[in-house]
Every structure is written in structure tokens, then in C-alpha cells.
């Protein structure tokens, strides 16, 4: 198995490679400070860092014994985890179609069940309650304009 | 009228009272609850803050902050679980006490403890702070960059285990809030031609991801899990004279000593609660039962952690530096609702600083009143199951990313930065060195470029001024501590 630091350190040495050599896109202002100025600064430390991650996982690599067993992974909590972050994304997706009264609570009702709530009363209290509550405190107290349904 | 007499009126009338209530009421609940934090806290009330005047949102802000630090020794106390990090050491005693069936007394105690620590340190930032505004109006650019440069390197005793990774996390917060228009150019940075990030990423949904987001999917591995529950019945909330009269000698000096520890940046309420837990323990001459159920175990870092409160507000008002990760939240919560810490706050609007500093009083009073009240509440708090908890509090992290541009996109802005937060968290990264690069890092970028621009583009402005040295100065001692106090803490062979 891979040291985590050597996927992060990959991840960020690369990421501060693509951003410096962006930066050569950017206008030079000779008077103050150049836009290029901070941006480069902070990537040349970024890789400076996650170079130095990088060996640290490197060496951790060489100390883990081939014969350790494999971490397992927690294949239940990892399809929660995807599965909420989809519900979540699902819901910015249709809120701006179905309105926020519509879209709420089936994201909440959604996240409850990923939370393993079996109780179906709870479930439909809680997501159609918290949505009330949320539009009268936002839409009537506070005045924000929260998404409609397109036909309202 | 005198300026506290003033601020007394102002807090005290009807259209704002309730909103300190309100704050230290939930930020009790928040810091009992076990995976919300104060920081979590604050970032919840940020989309109704944003709707109240700037000295009413400051004090339920201030009220959050208060009553999460003292939230968090009831679940220490009640099912041996910290609900906010500086209640750590709280639980050491406070659970023993429970199991022997004294819950209720220990509750009692903490709640007069974190009272008492509380008014200490808020006397000691009503007298501190007027003074170190009045100094830091000197300042100008160089001495502002150096104070963010000093302000950066809290990012080093926030890391968490590594310092390496709480280096990068703050580096990448730094990248993220390069994104964007550079404010002295005009010009948009890594914007990719996508006209939402000509404006850079937003704040608020950005710290909403950092933190509460993140922290919902970590929840996610509790699901299925048996948690504690504290089932006993909670009886004698008071502790008698004789034990009031041992505690007091202990309360004072740990309020004081959380006071001082708390305006150093980079400290915070943990760090305070343990040290005046040993400082308590080794002055004892009932050393022995430390660890065993000692109300003093309980008392000395209540009092710390509360006594931090007052201190770490002294250098984010008077200096906008953050001394630890609620106070950076806080930072970036008071910037959001249009307040600016800093020396000419205290010159400019002093309503609001007045109104603060009562606020801050009062929110002490509460914490008592609501404190020994509660007693018999607190556990049923506990009780709420996560699958209720966390999606409610998921839809509210969604219409506050929302509330503040009446923009979807901030609401995927949030989810994505909750995703990168729970993958950085899962892997060791602390999610506070980003905020806090996301955070100072556009201001020491234009106080560097109010610099130059002053002295012509010459660079060598930046160590002329002497107080500028000075914060270069304990910038480096700063990092130099982190390191020894990284390197003790490690086990050895590691």
C-alpha cells in the first residue's frame, strides 16, 4: 500500500508546478508588486514542502514491512460517503429547477437515510420540518430570495 | 454617559439581548455535542449574522465563542467525550466524578469555574486592549505585514502531527486566496476565463466546507456505532462551602493563567486546560487523587479554557491576528459581516467595541444561569441522534453557502471545498492552517503592496521600522517553539 504522503506529495508538487508555470501568463507591473509576485512565492514553498513530504513518505515506505496486512477498507462507509457527497451535488444540481421548498427536504430525507435513519415518521418530520422552519426564518424574516419551481 | 454604561444599554435592550442569549445558548449545545466545535459554531451562524447589525452579530458571535468552550465539558463530564478540544483535560476528572454519581456537582463546578475565568479574562480585555489599539495606531504597511507574517506563523502550532502537512495546508490556503482579481493590478489570476472565479473563491462557503461539511462526512464513520449515553440521574448541582472555598484558590490563578496563555497567538484553550491541570495537580498535596474524581481537576482547566476567551479576543481586536483556530473563524466571520479588528476599529466604532466588551460580560452571566439550569438538559442534548443531527445541520451549511449571494454556485463551492477538507483531514492535513492562509493572505498581500507602493517599489522598507523587526522577530521564535514542542511531544523512536 502506498504511504498517503507520497500520493499527497505527488498531488501538491504537481498542482504547484501547473500554478507557478501559470503564473508566467500574468502581466509584470515593475512599479509595487507584481500580480506574479505572491502566487510564485507561495508555490515555490508549496513544492519546497511537498517535496519534502514526499521523501517522508518514501522513507515511511521503505519501514512498512511487506508481510503487514493490507489496511481494510470500510467498503460500507465509503459508499455512505459517496453517496452523500452525490445527494449533495444532486441537490445544487435541481434546486434551481424544483425550488428550494421541493428540493430540501428530499436532500435531507436523502442524507438521513445515508445516516441509516430507518424510522420513516422521522425521516418525513424532520426533512419537511426543518425545511419550514429554514423558509420561514430565510425567505420571510430575512428576505432571501431562496430558488422557486420555474412555473411559479 | 460612560462608554461601558453605553454599551450596557445597548446589549441589554430588547432588540439585541436576545440574540446573546441565543448565541450562548447555542453555542452551548454546539460545544456539547460531541464533532461540532466552536468554530463549527460560528460558521453555522454566519448566514444569520450576516442579516443583524454589526455590533448585535459581534455579540452573538462573542456569546458562540463563550458558551462553546464551556459546552464542551459537558460531554467531557457526562459520557467521557470532549465536545471541543479544549475541554480534553475536563474529562481526565470530570468523568470519574460521574461514574461515582457526582455529575451533577462536577457540571456545577465547571460551570462556576468557566464563569469565573470567563470575567477575569474579559476585565483583563477590557483593560488590555484600549491600550495595545492605542500602540498599534502607529502602525502603518510594514508593520501590518509584518504583524500578518506573525499572524501566518500560528499556522505552525495549529499543524496538528505534522508540521509539514500543516505547512502545505497553509500554503494551499494561501494559493486559494491568490485565486482570483489581485486588488493593486486588476488583473484575474488563475481564473481559467470561468467568470465565478474572477472574484476568487467565497469565503464563507469556502470555510463552510473547511469545516462543517468536512466534518459531516467524517460523522459518516460513526454510523452503526453504539455511542455513550449517559443514563444516571443528575442530582446536587453545587459544591458545599468548604469545597467552594479549596476550589476558589484553585479558579482564580488557572483563569488568570488561561487569560495570559490566551493572548498568545498560537496557544488556545487546550493547551491552557492542561497546563493549569498540572499546575493544579503538582501544587496539590492530594496529588494522589488526580484522575481519581478531584473537583479541582475538574475547576483549574474550566477556568483555563474560559480564561482564553477574553485573552485571544485582545490581539484579533486590537491587531486582527488570530491567536488560534475559533479566533482565525472568528476573523474571518467579523470580515464577512463587514467588521474590520485592528486599532482603528477601537478609533472608528467604538459602539461596537463597547457593546463587545459588555456583551462579553454578560455572555459570562449566562453561561452561569444557563449553565445550572441545564444541568438536567445536558444529557438529553447527547441523546439527538446523528441521523437527525447532521442532515439538518448539512441543509443549513447548504443555505448559509447560499444566503450570502443568493448564489447556487457558492453551494458547490462549499461541497467541493467539504470534500477536499475531509480528504485533507483524512489524511492528517489540519483543515486551520488553510483557513488561516485563505484568511491573511490577501491581507498581507495588499499591506505588502501598500508598502512598496509607498516606498517606491523599494523592498527594503519592510525591515526599517523597528516594531516591524520586533514581529519578525517573535514570528521566528514563534516557529522555533512549535518545532521544540513538536519534537517533545513526539514518542521516542518515532
Same mark, same amino acid.
Given at each position: 500500500?502506498?504511504?498517503?504522503?507520497?500520493?499527497?506529495?505527488?498531488?501538491?508538487?504537481?498542482?504547484?508546478?501547473?500554478?507557478?508555470?501559470?503564473?508566467?501568463?500574468?502581466?509584470?507591473?515593475?512599479?509595487?508588486?507584481?500580480?506574479?509576485?505572491?502566487?510564485?512565492?507561495?508555490?515555490?514553498?508549496?513544492?519546497?514542502?511537498?517535496?519534502?513530504?514526499?521523501?517522508?513518505?518514501?522513507?515511511?515506505?521503505?519501514?512498512?514491512?511487506?508481510?503487514?496486512?493490507?489496511?481494510?477498507?470500510?467498503?460500507?462507509?465509503?459508499?455512505?460517503?459517496?453517496?452523500?457527497?452525490?445527494?449533495?451535488?444532486?441537490?445544487?444540481?435541481?434546486?434551481?429547477?424544483?425550488?428550494?421548498?421541493?428540493?430540501?427536504?428530499?436532500?435531507?430525507?436523502?442524507?438521513?437515510?445515508?445516516?441509516?435513519?430507518?424510522?420513516?415518521?422521522?425521516?418525513?418530520?424532520?426533512?419537511?420540518?426543518?425545511?419550514?422552519?429554514?423558509?420561514?426564518?430565510?425567505?420571510?424574516?430575512?428576505?432571501?430570495?431562496?430558488?422557486?419551481?420555474?412555473?411559479? | 454617559?460612560?462608554?461601558?454604561?453605553?454599551?450596557?444599554?445597548?446589549?441589554?435592550?430588547?432588540?439585541?439581548?436576545?440574540?446573546?442569549?441565543?448565541?450562548?445558548?447555542?453555542?452551548?449545545?454546539?460545544?456539547?455535542?460531541?464533532?461540532?466545535?466552536?468554530?463549527?459554531?460560528?460558521?453555522?451562524?454566519?448566514?444569520?449574522?450576516?442579516?443583524?447589525?454589526?455590533?448585535?452579530?459581534?455579540?452573538?458571535?462573542?456569546?458562540?465563542?463563550?458558551?462553546?468552550?464551556?459546552?464542551?465539558?459537558?460531554?467531557?463530564?457526562?459520557?467521557?467525550?470532549?465536545?471541543?478540544?479544549?475541554?480534553?483535560?475536563?474529562?481526565?476528572?470530570?468523568?470519574?466524578?460521574?461514574?461515582?454519581?457526582?455529575?451533577?456537582?462536577?457540571?456545577?463546578?465547571?460551570?462556576?469555574?468557566?464563569?469565573?475565568?470567563?470575567?477575569?479574562?474579559?476585565?483583563?480585555?477590557?483593560?488590555?486592549?484600549?491600550?495595545?489599539?492605542?500602540?498599534?495606531?502607529?502602525?502603518?504597511?510594514?508593520?501590518?505585514?509584518?504583524?500578518?507574517?506573525?499572524?501566518? @506563523? #500560528? !499556522?505552525?502550532?495549529? %499543524?496538528?502531527?505534522?508540521?509539514?502537512? =500543516?505547512? *502545505?495546508? &497553509?500554503?494551499? +490556503?494561501?494559493?486559494?486566496?491568490?485565486?482570483?482579481?489581485?486588488?493593486?493590478?486588476?488583473?484575474?489570476?488563475?481564473?481559467?476565463?470561468?467568470?465565478?472565479?474572477?472574484?476568487?473563491?467565497?469565503?464563507?462557503?469556502?470555510?463552510?466546507?473547511?469545516?462543517?461539511?468536512?466534518?459531516?462526512?467524517?460523522?459518516?464513520?460513526?454510523?452503526?456505532?453504539?455511542?455513550?449515553?449517559?443514563?444516571?440521574?443528575?442530582?446536587?448541582?453545587?459544591?458545599?462551602?468548604?469545597?467552594?472555598?479549596?476550589?476558589? @484558590? #484553585? !479558579?482564580?490563578?488557572? %483563569?488568570?493563567?488561561?487569560?495570559?496563555? =490566551?493572548? *498568545?497567538? &498560537?496557544?488556545? +484553550?487546550?493547551?491552557?486546560?492542561?497546563?493549569?491541570?498540572?499546575?493544579?495537580?503538582?501544587?496539590?498535596?492530594?496529588?494522589?487523587?488526580?484522575?481519581?474524581?478531584?473537583?479541582?481537576?475538574?475547576?483549574?482547566?474550566?477556568?483555563?479554557?474560559?480564561?482564553?476567551?477574553?485573552?485571544?479576543?485582545?490581539?484579533?481586536?486590537?491587531?486582527?491576528?488570530?491567536?488560534?483556530?475559533?479566533?482565525?473563524?472568528?476573523?474571518?466571520?467579523?470580515?464577512?459581516?463587514?467588521?474590520?479588528?485592528?486599532?482603528?476599529?477601537?478609533?472608528?466604532?467604538?459602539?461596537?467595541?463597547?457593546?463587545?466588551?459588555?456583551?462579553?460580560?454578560?455572555?459570562?452571566?449566562?453561561?452561569?444561569?444557563?449553565?445550572?439550569?441545564?444541568?438536567?438538559?445536558?444529557?438529553?442534548?447527547?441523546?439527538?441522534?446523528?441521523?437527525?443531527?447532521?442532515?439538518?445541520?448539512?441543509?443549513?451549511?447548504?443555505?448559509?453557502?447560499?444566503?450570502?449571494?443568493?448564489?447556487?454556485?457558492?453551494?458547490?463551492?462549499?461541497?467541493?471545498?467539504?470534500?477536499?477538507?475531509?480528504?485533507?483531514?483524512?489524511?492528517?492535513?489540519?483543515?486551520?492552517?488553510?483557513?488561516?492562509?485563505?484568511?491573511?493572505?490577501?491581507?498581507?498581500?495588499?499591506?505588502?503592496?501598500?508598502?512598496?507602493?509607498?516606498?517606491?517599489?523599494?523592498?527594503?522598507?519592510?525591515?526599517?521600522?523597528?516594531?516591524?523587526?520586533?514581529?519578525?522577530?517573535?514570528?521566528?521564535?514563534?516557529?522555533?517553539?512549535?518545532?521544540?514542542?513538536?519534537?517533545?511531544?513526539?514518542?521516542?523512536?518515532?
Amino acid at each position: 500500500m502506498i504511504a498517503s504522503e507520497i500520493v499527497f506529495g505527488a498531488l501538491f508538487m504537481l498542482l504547484s508546478i501547473f500554478f507557478f508555470a501559470m503564473t508566467f501568463s500574468f502581466p509584470e507591473i515593475t512599479i509595487a508588486l507584481s500580480p506574479t509576485v505572491f502566487p510564485r512565492f507561495v508555490t515555490v514553498c508549496l513544492f519546497l514542502l511537498s517535496t519534502l513530504l514526499l521523501v517522508q513518505g518514501i522513507g515511511k515506505q521503505r519501514k512498512i514491512k511487506p508481510v503487514k496486512p493490507r489496511e481494510k477498507i470500510d467498503r460500507a462507509y465509503l459508499l455512505r460517503f459517496i453517496l452523500l457527497a452525490v445527494a449533495g451535488f444532486l441537490y445544487t444540481r435541481i434546486i434551481r429547477y424544483t425550488g428550494y421548498v421541493v428540493a430540501t427536504p428530499l436532500f435531507i430525507a436523502a442524507a438521513m437515510l445515508v445516516f441509516a435513519e430507518k424510522k420513516w415518521y422521522r425521516i418525513v418530520l424532520i426533512s419537511g420540518g426543518t425545511t419550514a422552519v429554514l423558509y420561514l426564518v430565510f425567505r420571510m424574516v430575512f428576505r432571501v430570495p431562496l430558488p422557486r419551481f420555474g412555473l411559479w | 454617559m460612560s462608554p461601558l454604561v453605553e454599551g450596557l444599554s445597548y446589549v441589554l435592550s430588547l432588540s439585541h439581548f436576545p440574540f446573546l442569549v441565543i448565541g450562548v445558548a447555542g453555542g452551548i449545545v454546539v460545544g456539547a455535542l460531541p464533532g461540532l466545535t466552536g468554530s463549527v459554531g460560528i460558521i453555522l451562524l454566519l448566514p444569520f449574522l450576516y442579516y443583524l447589525e454589526p455590533a448585535t452579530a459581534l455579540i452573538m458571535l462573542s456569546g458562540m465563542f463563550c458558551g462553546a468552550i464551556y459546552g464542551g465539558s459537558i460531554s467531557a463530564i457526562l459520557i467521557s467525550t470532549p465536545g471541543t478540544p479544549s475541554a480534553a483535560a475536563t474529562v481526565l476528572d470530570g468523568y470519574p466524578l460521574a461514574q461515582k454519581g457526582e455529575a451533577g456537582k462536577a457540571i456545577g463546578v465547571a460551570t462556576i469555574a468557566s464563569t469565573t475565568g470567563g470575567i477575569i479574562s474579559t476585565l483583563c480585555m477590557i483593560f488590555i486592549s484600549p491600550q495595545l489599539a492605542r500602540f498599534a495606531l502607529k502602525f502603518g504597511p510594514e508593520e501590518y505585514f509584518a504583524l500578518m507574517v506573525f499572524g501566518l @506563523t #500560528v !499556522i505552525a502550532s495549529v %499543524s496538528g502531527r505534522s508540521l509539514v502537512k =500543516g505547512l *502545505i495546508s &497553509g500554503f494551499f +490556503g494561501l494559493l486559494i486566496a491568490a485565486i482570483g482579481i489581485d486588488e493593486l493590478s486588476g488583473y484575474a489570476r488563475f481564473s481559467f476565463d470561468v467568470p465565478n472565479l474572477m472574484t476568487g473563491f467565497p469565503m464563507l462557503p469556502v470555510l463552510i466546507g473547511m469545516f462543517a461539511i468536512s466534518q459531516i462526512f467524517v460523522e459518516l464513520g460513526n454510523v452503526g456505532k453504539q455511542l455513550q449515553r449517559y443514563e444516571q440521574k443528575i442530582k446536587g448541582v453545587f459544591p458545599s462551602w468548604k469545597e467552594f472555598k479549596r476550589l476558589i @484558590t #484553585v !479558579i482564580i490563578p488557572a %483563569s488568570l493563567l488561561g487569560t495570559f496563555i =490566551g493572548i *498568545i497567538p &498560537g496557544t488556545g +484553550g487546550a493547551i491552557a486546560s492542561f497546563m493549569a491541570y498540572n499546575e493544579t495537580k503538582r501544587f496539590s498535596k492530594d496529588q494522589d487523587s488526580f484522575g481519581k474524581g478531584n473537583l479541582a481537576g475538574v475547576a483549574a482547566p474550566e477556568a483555563a479554557n474560559n480564561g482564553t476567551t477574553g485573552g485571544a479576543m485582545v490581539p484579533l481586536l486590537t491587531l486582527g491576528i488570530p491567536g488560534d483556530v475559533v479566533t482565525a473563524v472568528m476573523l474571518g466571520a467579523l470580515l464577512l459581516i463587514g467588521v474590520r479588528p485592528g486599532p482603528l476599529l477601537f478609533q472608528q466604532n467604538p459602539q461596537i467595541i463597547n457593546a463587545l466588551f459588555v456583551g462579553f460580560m454578560l455572555a459570562q452571566f449566562l453561561i452561569l444561569g444557563l449553565g445550572l439550569a441545564g444541568v438536567k438538559v445536558f444529557p438529553r442534548i447527547l441523546k439527538v441522534p446523528i441521523s437527525i443531527l447532521f442532515p439538518v445541520i448539512f441543509a443549513l451549511c447548504f443555505l448559509g453557502s447560499f444566503s450570502l449571494n443568493n448564489s447556487i454556485y457558492d453551494m458547490l463551492v462549499a461541497l467541493l471545498f467539504g470534500v477536499i477538507g475531509y480528504f485533507m483531514r483524512k489524511h492528517g492535513f489540519a483543515a486551520a492552517p488553510m483557513i488561516l492562509g485563505v484568511i491573511l493572505g490577501p491581507l498581507a498581500e495588499r499591506e505588502l503592496g501598500k508598502a512598496l507602493i509607498m516606498s517606491h517599489g523599494n523592498w527594503s522598507t519592510l525591515i526599517r521600522s523597528p516594531i516591524a523587526v520586533f514581529f519578525y522577530g517573535i514570528s521566528i521564535l514563534s516557529v522555533t517553539y512549535s518545532l521544540l514542542r513538536m519534537r517533545r511531544s513526539k514518542p521516542r523512536g518515532e
